[in-house]
């Protein structure tokens, strides 16, 4: 195998031995009802565009709408950005995502940009983003309903052509039958399955990936400022292997909506040949991998290289202090396993904060000292938007986004660097 090769199934085994949360950089820095629009310049591999970005979004309440409309003008050659409106299902995602309702609600629903889809506690699908390329958005559609004794969530990447579906259906047995015994009534069983129909694209092979999972949560303390609640996931990859993972969750809410906290401590008994939260925010990089050769190197293969049962622990701690600043972090790493940890780390200020605005992401993988944690390479994946109130309704912001973006000469992901310096003119209704 070439150097390049071996390089690719090193990234992905690096990656495999743990799990991934991703908090998307989408419109999470103002309310939802808001009018984000700017103008400004972007440089795309050494390529500079003058870019006008309208990207609303509004909420009358539990329905939501999100429009993202981004015109990339080449300052060479007087053109719109071809690769933007080369297609007819380029228009459609001039709609951003249509929503009713949250995630937890008795009935939520939200079709085009998946930003952090889960199913279940996330051992097999967790903070999924069907948006990884900036030129490869799809339509997707999640939807949750919960009847009280029984329910169901799902997740479809891309309309447009079915390739990634999850869905977690489970029931509450006890929920009539022990109806005066608070604890032991909410008690429920799930069963899950996420499959990629498609994983290499090419409907003319059959390479489909599925894997499935049992899992029991038990609520323990559900009252207006305090939810938690136990759980147990067991999970097993296709023809691979299974794993296994205990947990306890948190949810905080001070009076008057001083603080809010989220935790999650989880831990995790992996088997050979698996990989917990397989279907992550990188996997739409990861699915397949081009080779020099011209094959290709699907992520599921890379299970094969786990021959070791390993264990580690998991844990997530997010919220916001007097609903002007949010922070989010996590960080995963193996027993004894190096080069195992991975990271998420994720700041924003809203809009009553004075004079600055702030939004920030930055996800790692492989991570093995301190100063790894924080070197940029194709290991990450991070947003830095800084931004100056000029005005309450009118903020000068410096956009720098390190991504992946897919080459079709060399036929693989390459590493994209942009640059966004903008106006952005900010109204909440």
Not at 228 to 254: Q, S
Not at 258 to 268: G, I, K, N, P, T
Request: contains cysteine; aromatic residues 14%; glycine residues 8%.
């Amino acid at each position: 195998m070439k150097t390049s090769s071996k390089l690719i199934v090193v990234m992905i085994l690096i990656c495999s031995v743990s799990t991934l949360s991703f908090g998307q950089t989408t419109n999470q820095f103002y309310n939802e009802n808001s009018f984000m629009g700017g103008i400004g310049l972007t440089v795309i591999d050494d390529q500079s565009y003058v870019t006008i970005n309208l990207r609303p979004d509004f909420a009358i309440g539990k329905f939501g709408l999100g429009l993202n409309i981004d015109l990339l003008y080449n300052t060479q050659n007087g053109a719109i950005r071809h690769e933007d409106w080369d297609e007819d299902y380029d228009w459609a995602r001039l709609i951003r995502y249509l929503r009713y309702g949250h995630k937890r609600d008795k009935f939520y629903a939200k079709i085009g940009a998946l930003d952090y889809a889960r199913i279940g506690h996330g051992f097999i699908m967790n903070y999924y983003t069907n948006e990884a390329s900036y030129d490869q958005r799809k339509i997707g559609l999640a939807l949750d309903m919960d009847f009280g004794i029984a329910g169901f969530e799902t997740v479809t990447n891309n309309l447009g052509r079915f390739e990634v579906f999850g869905m977690r259906g489970y029931v509450r047995p006890l929920q009539y039958a022990l109806e005066d015994i608070p604890i032991i009534r909410n008690l429920a069983f799930g069963v899950s399955y996420v499959t990629d129909i498609d994983p290499d694209v090419s409907r003319g092979t059959n390479d489909g990936f599925n894997a499935i999972g049992f899992d029991i949560e038990l609520p323990l303390i559900n009252i207006p400022m305090l939810h938690t609640y136990t759980y147990f996931d067991w999970a097993k990859l296709d023809t691979f292997g299974m794993g296994t993972a205990i947990g306890i969750a948190a949810d905080l809410r001070l009076i008057a909506g001083v603080a809010e906290v989220s935790a999650r401590l989880e831990r995790r008994f992996l088997g050979k040949e698996f990989l917990p939260s397989y279907f992550d925010a990188f996997y739409e990089i990861q699915r397949y991998q081009p080779m020099e050769d011209g094959s290709l190197f699907r992520k599921d293969q890379s299970l094969a290289f786990m021959q070791e049962e390993t264990k580690g622990t998991f844990g997530e701690l997010a919220g916001h202090i007097l609903n002007t600043v949010r922070l989010v972090g996590n960080f995963q790493r193996l027993d004894g396993e190096k080069n195992s940890g991975i990271m998420h780390l994720a700041a924003e200020t809203k809009e009553n904060v004075p004079m600055i605005a702030l939004q920030a992401t930055y996800d790692k993988f492989g991570i093995e000292t301190l100063n790894d944690a924080f070197t940029l390479d194709d290991r990450s994946i991070a947003r830095l938007g800084v931004g100056y109130k000029v005005k309450p309704y009118l903020v000068f912001f410096m956009d720098y986004i390190y991504t992946f973006q897919f080459d079709e000469e060399k036929g693989a992901y390459k590493v994209q660097e942009r640059f966004s310096p903008r106006v952005s003119f900010v109204y909440n209704f």
